[in-house]
């Protein structure tokens, strides 16, 4: 068994740009027809719709190698389109890499990001129940956990009433308060931090800490420093998909400040 | 540091249900994964049941006639046809009256349409769990198949008071519907998770299939019998993997012989096996870079 719980090894992903602008009629329906066998002869999975042009691609994340123990609490930092959510895309499995690869070692909750997957037309209640079951839960766990669920998020009243009509930060609370709840080992956070009103992101941040003490590994995006501070013991800075900076929190804070100043 | 390593080894403390991937997972750029893998569907059956099950929930809502129209689909259709084909055209039904020969042919057409359509836009309204939580993508196309299954119960229950009516006794070959049946879920689904992953790179699939499934309609033997295909087409018409589903349907429903002869029986489950299993190849190459197609 793995001393880490996640261990990354050079990983890295390409995008191919302008996959889908359509250079005329007669090579779309050359692409219709030939997209299919690509994917009967050998190519990289990482590479979507690759058979020919090797080399235009665009490498949003690459040559990304770290090592987290289990318990630790690491900040990810850096300007937009860095490549943060990228990685954490790949580490939940959501998308598969282009290159490298990663151990994963304990159970990964979901993606935690702006916009949950929850259906519009359900009720809060049925989508804490769909959404508990697609994150890994049974029903009977669901069941118990209900009530917590529901007074974290604080969205009792609203409970029985469709989603659709939900507030955005109503939204992102209840999903927030189901993550949390699946009790995960290791946590992938995109910002979702962001969104709710103070005294939820203080809630957050409190549950979050409460997590860290009991041996949760979590890794999380942010551009929120009080955050990165308050929470991790660590932090990794990128940068144009490459990782220039891990080390301690206010080393690379220093780093990311100075980095946006230019 | 041994102290933490320790809550790893834990496992213990972890529910058994989020322990499904043995907690230890590998991501790695050149793999390459089972064009079926049984067992990670079936660790993942919750996931299944809760996706068919907010699929027949959803369905109806905000409808006004509801689960009305799973049944005035087809007996509509049913109704226009006998008049037009039937009556009009006196298109030969098998000796059966031509409202229940044109009825049992559109049973299962309407699931297969039904599947086809369903699994077209799985991918891409399903975004948003796609790009949240793992689990096995070959789940979406699939719960499309199965909450469908709730439409096709409630027409064969249709289908089974029109014999009725029409006092057409079904004999012991009536045990090998479910048989029938599962040959249709299997064309639906292979067809299905083509659809699903051929409409994520090009949107002209979801808008070429309204019209491909109406002229397919015509190529498949609903509102006429096989028999009506001259000799010479018969082989090439069988491709169609529905052409057997209809013969084998109607061959167990009512105590009439085989409409179409074994080569062209084999000619028509060898096109259903082809779509099958090359769909699920087709879907496991793809599967881990469904995330990337420019929905996320």
Redesign the interface.
Known sequence: ???Y?IQAQGL?KR?RVG??STRGMHE?IE??VR??FS??RSS??????DSHSRDDGFWALRHVSFEL????VVGVLGANGAGKSVLL????????????????????G??L?V?????P??TGR?NV??NG???????D?IRRKFDDIVAFSGVEQFIDMAVKFYSSGMRIRLAFSIAVH????IMLIDETLAVGDASFQAKCRRKLAEFAAQ?CTLLMVSHDETAITELCDRAILFSHGRMIKDGDVSDVLRRYREGEGK | ?PA??G???ADAS??A????TA???????????PVLNVRELWAYR??L???V??DI??RY??TVVGVGWVVLQPVLTTAVLTLLAGRWMRAPAQGLSYSLFAYSGLVPWIYFTHVLTKSSVCLLS?N????????PRLLLPLSTAIAGLVDLFVTIVILGLLMIYHGTAGGFRLLLLPCCLLLLIMVAIGTGI?IAV?NL??R?VAHALPFATQLVFFMTPIAYPSSLVPQSWRLLYSLNPMVGVIACFRWALFASPLDISLLQLTASMMAAVVLVVSGL??FS??E??L????I?
């Open positions: 068994m793995s001393q719980a890295g995008f996959m889908h779309a692409r219709l997209e299919p994917a009967f990289p999975a990482g590479t979507p719709g123990t289990p318990g630790e895309k790949i580490l939940s499995r959501v998308t598969a890499p282009s290159e490298g690869g990663a151990q994963i070692c304990g159970n990964v979901p993606l990001e916009g949950a997957g929850f259906h037309e359900l049925e129940y769909f079951a697609i994150l890994g839960m049974d029903r766990q699946l009790e995960p080992e041996g | 540091m933490k390593i809550v790893i080894d972890i529910p249900s989020l322990r499904r907690s230890i997972a590998s991501i790695h750029a050149d793999f390459t994964a919750e996931v049941y809760a996706l099950w907010r929930k959803v809502a905000q399903n948003g769990l796609l790009s949240k939580a793992y689990f083509w051929l790179y090009h002209d190849f087709y190459r793809k881990r870079i995330a990337d197609v420019g996320v």
